[in-house]
């Protein structure tokens, strides 16, 4: 059998470097066999690495594909430019208008307190958490009002474990399962009119309870307000954001969350002053992240031994 050796390379500054010579001037067995090793890595690399990402934010589109609060500015896209430049060369182009608070987003401190922190203030440590997701929509029925109580999560407590310090809870109510239906997400038949607005929400009581004893530091929800629908002192916005706890609105997609074992990511468009963003809110389950750790791993031993071997 013909040896297949590198050839040694002498480069600038007497750095031995060794290149390899092209697949096509290595033997067929040799050839077949790299090939068959590298197909191998591949598959044992795929079967190791699940990419599962539970995506939880609703896309940005001109209506009616989107649901905001009435007098707020909603979602624009216009085309400025989309054709060759006298170059010859194809450009594409849009510019975008928005309300800070519409779609999938975050509320900063500033929207409810005067004087008080602003998205650009909101360190990336204070995003990324232990994610807990608490699914009440079978509770909920039919009365659009209900109010979620600190008895309801301690029953999920039992299920699931006591709901960690730190985390970043996200409740369920089923609304997001109407997006974008406004008079079915809104809870009326007048979209226009706030008064009329039927949707449920936390208990003073709860919200109170989940900042001061069980210290969550993001709650985030699957409607257009963290406050109930008849809301009209905007309570549950007063406790959560005097605490400086965060708060996420319209979480989309909560019927793929697992009640525990995730990390969640809210990553706010970073915006200077501002009282909120839009957020690119996503899981990743504990398991999917240690199966990608020890995907890591086994690739690069495998590839040690292939380059070893060869």
Request: neutral net charge.
């Amino acid at each position: 059998m013909q040896n297949w050796q590198p050839d040694i390379v002498t480069v600038p500054g007497n750095i031995r470097q060794t290149s390899f010579q092209p697949l096509l001037g290595k033997p067929a067995g040799e050839t077949t066999k790299l090939t068959m090793k590298i197909l191998l890595l591949l598959l044992m690399a795929a079967s190791v690495c699940p990419s599962e990402v539970i995506d939880l934010t609703y896309q940005y589109r001109n209506q009616p594909g989107m649901i905001y609060w009435p007098s707020w500015l909603p979602w624009n896209t216009t085309t400025v430019m989309k054709g060759n430049t006298d170059q010859g060369v194809y450009v594409e182009g849009n510019v975008f208008s928005t309300a800070e608070h519409g779609g999938t987003h975050m509320d900063a401190q500033r929207h409810i307190v005067p004087g008080g922190k602003s998205i650009h203030d909101i360190p990336l440590d204070y995003v990324i958490g232990d994610g807990v997701m608490v699914d009440v929509s079978s509770k909920i029925g039919n009365n659009l009002d209900y109010r979620v109580s600190i008895e309801d999560i301690k029953e999920w407590e039992k299920k699931h474990g006591r709901v960690p310090e730190n985390a970043i809870f996200l409740l369920n109510t089923g609304f997001h399962r109407y997006w974008p239906n406004k008079e079915k997400y809104l809870g009326t038949d007048n979209a226009s009119n706030a008064d009329t607005f039927h949707f449920p929400g936390l208990q003073d009581s709860t919200a109170t309870w989940l900042a001061t004893v069980r210290k969550i530091k993001l709650y985030g929800v699957d409607l257009i307000s963290i406050d109930h629908g008849q809301s009209k002192k905007l309570t549950v916005h007063q406790i959560f954001l005097r605490q400086n706890l965060g708060a996420i609105e319209n979480v989309a997609n909560l019927d793929a969350m697992p009640p525990t074992g995730t990390k969640v990511y809210a990553i706010p468009m970073n915006i200077y002053d501002g009282t909120g963003a839009p957020t690119r809110l996503f899981a990743i389950p504990n398991d999917a992240a240690t199966h990608l750790t020890r995907a890591t791993s086994v690739v690069g031993v495998l590839i040690f031994l292939i380059l070893y071997s060869l």
